[in-house]
Nanobody, 132 residues
């Protein structure tokens, strides 16, 4: 069973930066996909980015692609989401998510823009608040 441990988050002023980290364990396949979702107040959970491990194919939500970027450490099964130029509308609970399976599955998840239903493991969530 895949388990995810998140860290990071907090309160920051508009224009500031925060970093979220997620470490996964328990993958049963050599191929996996990891990503971050967020749930803003009164909204449905939405994908922020996801990436597969073997090729590094990555999808970002349009509203964050010029401000957020990721780094990966495949040896540690870790992804880090660096969030820059944060805006009040980025305020949300952020969730790490992961899934493993065939290589074709991981590519399909990224190419389909990280559908929530394709992720089988979820972190507990971490609050990010952007406020002056």
């Amino acid at each position: 069973q895949v388990q995810l441990v998140e860290s990071g988050g907090g309160v920051v002023q508009p224009g500031g930066s925060l970093r979220l980290s997620c470490v996964a364990s328990g993958f049963t396949s050599q191929s996996y996909v990891m990503g971050w979702f967020r749930q803003r107040p009164g909204k449905e959970r939405e994908g922020v980015f996801c990436s597969n491990n073997r090729e590094g194919f990555t999808w970002y939500q349009d509203s964050v692609k010029d401000r957020f970027n990721i780094s990966r450490d495949s040896a540690k099964n870790m992804v880090v989401l660096q969030m820059n130029s944060l805006k009040p509308e980025d305020t949300a609970v952020y969730y790490c998510a992961a899934g493993d399976g065939t290589h074709a599955y991981t590519r399909r998840v990224v190419f389909n823009k990280c559908p929530r239903a394709d992720f089988s493991a979820w972190g507990q969530g971490t609050q990010v608040t952007v406020s002056s």
